[in-house]
């Protein structure tokens, strides 16, 4: 088994808790809580990737997400922390009372560019073709894909298992459910399984992508990690389940009903979800299962979020 090299820069191990909502109990895995400024997932793939920045010699991080990207936010400030510059291609607009994570992106001093939906569509290339135009200058540059979803970047989430076997005995769970956007904590969670021939089933609650697109990266990211680093396992589709329709506004948006439960949420427990991510994924945990009993056997993992709340101000107070 082959092992990628890392940096520190999460707070892990995140703990895992047993909550009491209406009544009703579940296990939640506390991914917000990996750091403060970089709280959620995505810090957990950052830890791979930028070794691997660090090895190239790379001086520049070029990204991208939507303009409240957890990931650009959490980039940016990787970035700063160890004194490289940072690029984000933003799928949004320019504000000049910026709040959230775009708040935040502009406070590391990050180089931001804006980018239409339409054009959004080939940022890939726009990134590599802008990283050329440094490189030929003599400045590396490292790029990193939308929510840092590669085969190395989820191995953040291969580890996860590991460390979550170390917190509970897994036949108290047959099922991890999370949110999913680009797929990589997935997709990473499917391989970390995997190495151990278990059979715990991965709820995926797709956000951003449809239903057949995101099981397709899901699955692709998952086989394409395990043939890298570990290699002659085998990943099973048939313990991925995709839970869609969860995200019908779309993936900036959040409804009043959604909005209710998340806020109901945070005044019986103090645990406060997101309106891209965590809101609308924790509220396909609520009709599918919590509803179902009075004590959940899937994980409901919290993959942060929080600087999202800010940007969403008005409709948080408004229920």
């Known amino acids: ?45 950052l830890e791979y990737l930028l070794y691997q920045a660090r090895k190239e010699k790379a001086r520049y991080l070029f990204t991208c997400g939507g303009d409240q990207s957890n990931h650009a936010r959490a980039t940016a400030i990787a970035a700063a922390k160890l004194g490289m510059k940072s690029k984000l291609f933003l799928w949004g607009r320019d504000k000049p ?16 560019f804006f980018m239409n939906k339409k054009n959004y569509d080939f ?63 997935a997709a990473g969670i499917m391989a970390g399984l995997s190495q151990r021939n278990s059979n715990i089933r991965v709820y995926a609650v797709n956000v951003l992508y449809n ?45 009043r009903d959604k909005v209710e439960l998340v806020n109901k949420l945070f005044r019986e427990t103090g645990i406060l979800l997101d309106p891209a991510y965590t809101g609308k994924a924790f509220y396909a945990y609520y009709h599918k299962f919590l509803l179902k009993q009075k004590k959940s056997k899937v994980l409901f993992l919290h993959t942060g979020g929080l600087f999202g709340v800010f940007g969403r101000k008005m409709e948080y107070l408004a229920v």
């Open 211 to 255: 239903e057949y697109v995101i099981r397709k990266k899901i699955l692709q990211l998952a086989q394409g990690a395990v043939m890298e680093f570990n290699p002659g396992n085998e990943i099973n589709p048939d313990n991925l389940s995709v839970l869609n329709g969860y995200s019908e506004e779309g993936y900036k948006r959040i409804n």
């Open 97 to 112: 009372n910026a709040d959230g994570n775009l708040f935040l992106d502009k406070l590391t001093g990050a180089e931001i």
């Open 123 to 185: 940022v890939n290339e726009i990134m590599q073709e802008e990283s050329e135009i440094l490189r030929k200058k003599g400045t590396n540059v490292y790029v990193i894909p939308e929510g840092g979803s590669t085969t190395l970047g989820i191995q953040g989430y291969v580890s996860f298992i590991d460390e979550l076997s170390r917190q509970i005995n897994f036949k108290q769970i047959d099922g991890i459910l999370l949110a999913a956007g680009t797929g990589g904590t």
């Open 1 to 45: 088994m082959k092992s990628p090299g890392k940096i520190q820069l999460a707070n892990i191990p995140t703990p895992v808790q047993e909550i009491v909502f209406e009544g009703r109990k579940f296990l939640i895995k506390r991914d917000d809580l990996t750091g403060a400024e970089l709280s959620g997932n995505k810090v957990r793939k």
